[in-house]
């Protein structure tokens, strides 16, 4: 028989991983070394009573919290996992729980899934009437740090004998109580792209005597919005955003400079889009 869960079973775990999540919201850490992350983490699954807790998993700079809960009875091993780092941005939110620390802030919901896994983490260990064994993982390092990668290789599976992995993702675009399925894909492959132009810099009065690297990323911020609207099957999706050009400061207004540089992502399903888009950047 399934275990049906009511929302009013969950209102004291539910406080608490609200609890946690301003805790954590205050303090962000981006990366994947994430001390203050990883102790308030710890100190929380503590206080739950939890005795089997692994830190350091993907490394001696790898702040990777798993937690164990062993069911009533034999079964499967599932995995429930939760990123935990920040991004490097300005908060400007003005909340009572508001970033404290300089260019840091929790912008992607983190904290919110740590808190939910914290309060999940909460309420079945004090519900063991399942079987088989829950393992609660908290991943640092997932905005562009690979912290997945490196716990896998440190045998995260093996370690722990994970079955099935299951994950969620906060969803701003859906009405607060609601939880989204889609078929198929639900997120996307997420690249990461830096392009540096080399020309020749001079004054801004005698471009002739220059090669300027500016006009050159313009023309390719442009020539990059051709990849998905000309390369890519239309029954398939991809996106490509440059979301930075730098090039000098606004102080410099008569100088060509030597070099710009362009930074953005790349969002694909399928490996043969990823692999398309690749070589079209290439070649552009």
């Known amino acids: ?80 996992r939760a990123d935990s780092d920040a991004l490097p941005l300005e908060e400007k939110t003005s909340v009572e729980w508001s970033s404290k620390v300089p260019m840091a802030m929790h912008a992607c919901g983190h904290d919110g899934h740590v808190g939910t896994l914290l309060a999940a983490v909460h309420y079945i260990n004090q519900h063991r009437d399942f079987a088989g064994r829950l393992v609660a993982i908290f991943q640092p390092g997932e905005e562009g740090f690979a912290g997945g990668r490196y716990m896998i290789e440190d045998g995260l599976v093996q370690k722990f004998g994970i079955d099935e992995f299951y994950a969620l993702h906060a969803e701003p675009m859906l009405p607060v109580g609601c939880v989204g399925f889609i078929p198929g894909f639900a997120t996307a492959n997420a690249d990461i792209f830096k392009i540096t132009f080399t020309g020749v810099g001079g004054h801004g009065s005698r471009p002739h005597l220059t090669r300027d690297p500016l006009v050159a990323a313009c023309e390719c911020v442009l020539s990059l919005q051709t990849i998905v609207s000309r390369s890519v099957d239309p029954n398939q999706t991809a996106v490509v955003s440059a979301g930075c050009i730098s090039c000098g400061n ?3 207004s008569s100088v060509v400079q030597k070099t710009a540089t362009i930074v953005g992502t790349t969002r694909s399903f399928e490996k043969e889009v990823q692999d398309i888009i690749i070589q079209r950047m290439q070649q552009i």
């Not at 608490?16 to 994430?34: D, K, M, Q």
């Not at 699954?45 to 164990?68: C, D, H, P, R, Y």
């Open 250 to 252: 606004e102080k410099g």
């Open 1 to 80: 028989m399934p275990i049906i869960i009511k929302p009013s079973q969950l209102e004291e775990s539910a406080k608490l991983g609200a609890h946690f999540r301003h805790c954590i919201h205050e303090e962000p850490e981006i990366g994947l070394y994430l001390p203050k992350t990883q102790e308030k983490i710890v100190n929380a699954l503590k206080s739950f009573g939890i005795k089997e807790i692994s830190t350091f998993v993907g490394g001696a700079n790898v702040t990777g919290v798993v937690a164990v809960i062993e069911g009533s009875r034999p079964g499967k091993t599932i995995g429930l």
